[in-house]
């Protein structure tokens, strides 16, 4: 009766909390959608001076693919925030940008905007599937700000962001936390993330997450769940399916680390953790679909089951791919988004401290279940994102391997805090109870 009652009331406050979200979600898409073209088309097309310069894939740091920029993303919201808006309601459901004739590629149609030439040739096209909560960010940037004024902005307040977030990891697990968590930023690359406004809320979204956990201590919460459940909510209505698993892998493999429950119960929790992200996450997705459909009278659904069919597919472009392919693209664009010596300096680093501890301590290696388990199964599930989106994962490789940091740092993880730091060399004293494993 116990369990039945919480379970009650725990439904009540996530069904109570999906639907602020949606009413928050609402609103702010229609306030924003009332602010007029005339005042963000300035800057917009002062924006394309760095296309221009940058061209459509831009790399800042050539072959890396961690330094390729998401400029069909970013040139894709430029043009839903540009779009003059007649119906603020259907248009900030639809989310209208243009297309042009000559080319799928947003920016190609930015420019024939700004030409009275080519004005004819570009046309209107409706993106109904995701929120684009974005836009509630850049639209009002883009009244004072251009693209350029945006990634310093952008810049700043990461760096600010990941210097609190170095502090709370050292304050709670010192280096033995801290460095496994840079490997991934590392991977993730800061910079990109701060030029592409494509990556920049999925990214912030990570950060606050993980201050939030660190700072209040919520691996220590019965309310665990709910915390994934809010990520999972904020997470579709601000990205579009870039890197989107990071969100709940990152502040995940944190409460693992520091949660101090046994292996069983600690595997539970990530299960239910992970469930309730993703009820989050497609259950507020589901609601744009829905409230989309019933506010335009268009079939939403439809476009939904269109894409969702070619995303999920095997084939690309008429070949068939196999699951291999995608996961061999994917570990190949991990392998390529830093210079190999990073790798070697990550796994001499590695050898190092093994070799520290193994001198000052009697050292043992001893994979603790508590961690080794949850981080495995956390370690696991970019395979299985990719195997689903079979056809998502192969296209956008350059930018889905990122999630792939999930791996390399769960698995970083594994391998550090196996070090057990134990008695002297020749000492026949006992481990200290505050050093034993945690069973």
Same mark, same amino acid.
């Given at each position: 009766?116990?369990?039945?009652?919480?379970?009650?009331?725990?439904?009540?406050?996530?069904?109570?909390?999906?639907?602020?979200?949606?009413?928050?979600?609402?609103?702010?898409?229609?306030?924003?959608?009332?602010?007029?073209?005339?005042?963000?088309?300035?800057?917009?097309?002062?924006?394309?001076?760095?296309?221009?310069?940058?061209?459509?894939?831009?790399?800042?740091?050539?072959?890396?693919?961690?330094?390729?920029?998401?400029?069909?993303?970013?040139?894709?919201?430029?043009?839903?925030? @540009?779009?003059?808006?007649?119906?603020?309601?259907?248009?900030?459901?639809?989310?209208?940008?243009?297309?042009?004739?000559?080319?799928?590629?947003?920016?190609?149609?930015?420019?024939?905007?700004?030409?009275?030439?080519?004005?004819?040739?570009?046309?209107?096209?409706?993106?109904?599937?995701?929120?684009?909560?974005?836009?509630?960010?850049?639209?009002?940037?883009?009244?004072?700000?251009?693209?350029?004024?945006?990634?310093?902005?952008?810049?700043?307040?990461?760096?600010?962001?990941?210097?609190?977030?170095?502090?709370?990891?050292?304050?709670?697990?010192?280096?033995?936390?801290?460095?496994?968590?840079?490997?991934?930023?590392?991977?993730?690359?800061?910079?990109?993330?701060?030029?592409?406004?494509?990556?920049?809320?999925?990214?912030?979204?990570?950060?606050?997450?993980?201050?939030?956990?660190?700072?209040?201590?919520?691996?220590?919460?019965?309310?665990?769940?709910?915390?994934?459940?809010?990520?999972?909510?904020?997470?579709?209505?601000?990205?579009?399916?870039?890197?989107?698993?990071?969100?709940?892998?990152?502040? @995940?493999?944190?409460?693992?680390?520091?949660?101090?429950?046994?292996?069983?119960?600690?595997?539970?929790?990530?299960?239910?953790?992970?469930?309730?992200?993703?009820?989050?996450?497609?259950?507020?997705?589901?609601?744009?679909?829905?409230?989309?459909?019933?506010?335009?009278?268009?079939?939403?659904?439809?476009?939904?089951?269109?894409?969702?069919?070619?995303?999920?597919?095997?084939?690309?472009?008429?070949?068939?791919?196999?699951?291999?392919?995608?996961?061999?693209?994917?570990?190949?664009?991990?392998?390529?988004?830093?210079?190999?010596?990073?790798?070697?300096?990550?796994?001499?680093?590695?050898?190092?401290?093994?070799?520290?501890?193994?001198?000052?301590?009697?050292?043992?290696?001893? @994979?603790?279940?508590?961690?080794?388990?949850?981080?495995?199964?956390?370690?696991?599930?970019?395979?299985?994102?990719?195997?689903?989106?079979?056809?998502?994962?192969?296209?956008?490789?350059?930018?889905?391997?990122?999630?792939?940091?999930?791996?390399?740092?769960?698995?970083?993880?594994?391998?550090?805090?196996?070090?057990?730091?134990?008695?002297?060399?020749?000492?026949?004293?006992?481990?200290?109870?505050?050093?034993?494993?945690?069973?």
């Amino acid at each position: 009766m116990f369990c039945k009652n919480i379970f009650q009331k725990n439904f009540i406050l996530a069904s109570l909390t999906f639907m602020c979200a949606i009413f928050f979600a609402l609103t702010t898409m229609i306030t924003v959608y009332s602010i007029p073209n005339t005042l963000i088309r300035k800057n917009v097309q002062y924006s394309l001076k760095l296309y221009q310069v940058e061209g459509k894939w831009y790399k800042w740091a050539v072959p890396y693919h961690s330094s390729q920029l998401e400029g069909f993303g970013d040139a894709y919201l430029l043009s839903k925030a @540009l779009f003059p808006v007649k119906d603020i309601l259907k248009d900030s459901m639809l989310g209208p940008y243009y297309l042009s004739e000559k080319s799928d590629h947003p920016v190609v149609a930015l420019f024939d905007y700004f030409s009275t030439e080519e004005q004819s040739k570009i046309f209107r096209f409706n993106s109904a599937r995701y929120w684009s909560g974005s836009l509630i960010l850049l639209k009002p940037l883009l009244t004072v700000f251009n693209l350029s004024e945006i990634r310093l902005i952008n810049m700043v307040i990461q760096i600010f962001l990941l210097c609190l977030l170095v502090i709370q990891l050292y304050l709670r697990g010192g280096y033995k936390l801290l460095i496994p968590f840079l490997v991934g930023i590392f991977i993730l690359n800061p910079i990109s993330c701060a030029l592409s406004i494509s990556y920049t809320c999925l990214y912030y979204i990570t950060l606050v997450s993980c201050l939030i956990l660190l700072k209040y201590k919520l691996y220590e919460s019965k309310k665990y769940w709910y915390f994934f459940f809010i990520i999972g909510i904020t997470t579709i209505f601000f990205d579009q399916f870039t890197f989107t698993l990071i969100s709940l892998g990152f502040p @995940l493999i944190l409460w693992v680390l520091l949660n101090n429950e046994a292996v069983l119960p600690k595997l539970k929790k990530v299960i239910i953790a992970t469930i309730c992200w993703g009820i989050g996450f497609l259950g507020m997705w589901l609601g744009k679909w829905i409230i989309a459909s019933l506010i335009t009278k268009e079939n939403v659904f439809k476009e939904v089951l269109n894409q969702s069919k070619m995303r999920i597919g095997s084939e690309i472009w008429g070949y068939h791919i196999s699951a291999e392919d995608v996961i061999h693209l994917n570990m190949k664009s991990l392998f390529y988004c830093l210079p190999p010596y990073f790798y070697l300096f990550l796994i001499g680093g590695i050898v190092i401290y093994f070799i520290l501890c193994h001198h000052h301590t009697a050292c043992r290696m001893k @994979l603790k279940k508590s961690l080794f388990y949850p981080l495995i199964l956390i370690s696991v599930y970019p395979f299985v994102y990719c195997l689903i989106l079979k056809n998502a994962s192969y296209v956008h490789h350059w930018m889905f391997y990122r999630m792939f940091s999930l791996t390399v740092v769960a698995f970083t993880y594994i391998i550090v805090y196996a070090f057990e730091k134990g008695s002297y060399k020749n000492s026949t004293k006992s481990v200290p109870d505050n050093l034993r494993e945690n069973k």
